[in-house]
């Protein structure tokens, strides 16, 4: 209870994926509304319905399940780049927030890309402000700072520390150092990104089957998230339908992990030769710093098994020196996790 006698708000963290959404909520300080972790595809789609003829929405993986020819991502490129894009976003949130049950009275805390994209940026702000929660407050802060906390300690003590966060996203790399909090020589690309991965797959499967079979993205990435593992991957079947009748099973042995090896070659050098060249150009002595502290890597790519490890080796070899690298419990809901440890810090304080 606050000072008051009312309920404290709940503190709650959000991350709007481009792949995947993750809300985070610690619940309500009487217990109505227990703590939460919800994690669903960014996607919808819209049928009408049978009885009444009214439209209505369907989210996350039943959409792509069970609409896969009208399902709608609307945030490709990371951001709700557009009107129309803004709009399914609004659609897409408030429909998961009302169906699990975010409490209203919070304080919201999301986590926002490295993206040089004001009018995107705004867009996800609006989507927010206007779903129906954070009735206390809505902030952001920086998906690589959000998404660092987890993994630097058992609760804010990233925001006082001095190191190096990698987001490994699916439309952007993200690098950034931080001092206390502070961003020094934030960096993004979109040239080296987990659809790009998914992409490579769809075309190695094409060639390792010898045009026999074709994936779409979907299946691609879904054999990326079950099977790629630099530690003991193995190949695997599957089967397809065929035109007509029939169906073919086959077997990926190199398809993936080509894909997936290629992407973390290109990570070690977008960060050793572009940020972390950057880096040191700007801020000489920090550099040395932080690199004496573990490199902090999240986002979905960092889930593989083993991708942490390779990371350190290949980075390290690239540097010539020493190089740690360390990933939270859960990279793929770090992000969220992150933003509402502070969120409920932010709700202590006001």
């Known amino acids: 209870m606050s000072a008051n006698g009312d309920t404290e708000p709940a503190a709650v963290g959000v991350k709007l994926g481009s792949t995947r959404t993750v809300v985070v909520s610690e619940g309500t300080g009487d217990g109505a509304v227990p703590e939460q972790v919800v994690q669903t595809l960014t996607c919808l789609a819209t049928y009408?319905?049978?009885?009444?003829?009214?439209e209505r929405v369907l989210y996350g993986e039943d959409a792509a399940r069970e609409y896969p020819d009208r399902v709608q991502y609307m945030l490709r490129s990371g951001l709700p780049e557009?009107?129309?894009r803004a709009e399914l976003t609004k659609r897409f949130f408030s429909a998961l927030i009302e169906e699990e049950g975010i409490p209203e009275h919070s304080g919201v805390v999301y986590a926002i890309p490295t993206i040089d994209n004001d009018a995107g940026l705004d867009n996800l702000a609006a989507v927010i402000e206007e779903s129906g929660i954070g009735s206390e407050f809505v902030r952001s802060y920086p998906e690589s700072l959000c998404g660092a906390i987890p993994a630097i300690g058992d609760g804010l003590e990233a925001i006082?520390?001095?190191f190096v966060s990698i987001n490994l996203g699916s439309t952007n790399l993200e690098a950034?150092?931080?001092r206390r909090g502070e961003q020094l020589s934030p960096f993004a690309t979109g040239a080296v990104t987990g659809n790009e991965v998914d992409r490579h797959i769809v075309n190695n499967v094409e060639e390792e089957t010898q045009r026999r079979v074709n994936i779409d993205r979907q299946t691609a990435r879904e054999y990326k998230e079950t099977h790629a593992d630099f530690v003991d991957f193995d190949p695997f079947t599957d089967v397809i339908?065929?035109?007509?009748?029939?169906s073919h099973e086959f077997t990926i042995e190199w398809a993936v992990m080509d894909a997936v090896d290629e992407y973390l070659d290109d990570v070690v050098d977008e960060v050793a030769n572009r940020f972390l060249a950057e880096l040191a150009n700007d801020y000489v002595r920090l550099y040395r710093q932080v690199l004496d502290r573990p490199i902090v890597l999240t986002g979905g790519m960092a889930c593989i098994p083993g991708l942490v490890d390779e990371f350190e080796e290949r980075l390290s070899e690239e540097l010539d020196r020493e190089i740690e690298a360390t990933a939270p419990e859960e990279p793929s809901l770090a992000a969220a996790s992150g933003a509402q440890r502070i969120a409920e810090r932010l709700v202590e304080t006001n």
């Open 241 to 246: 339908q065929q035109p007509g009748g029939g």
């Open 48 to 54: 009408e319905d049978a009885l009444t003829g009214s």
């Open 176 to 178: 950034c150092a931080y």
């Open 160 to 162: 006082n520390d001095i």
């Open 82 to 84: 557009d009107d129309d």
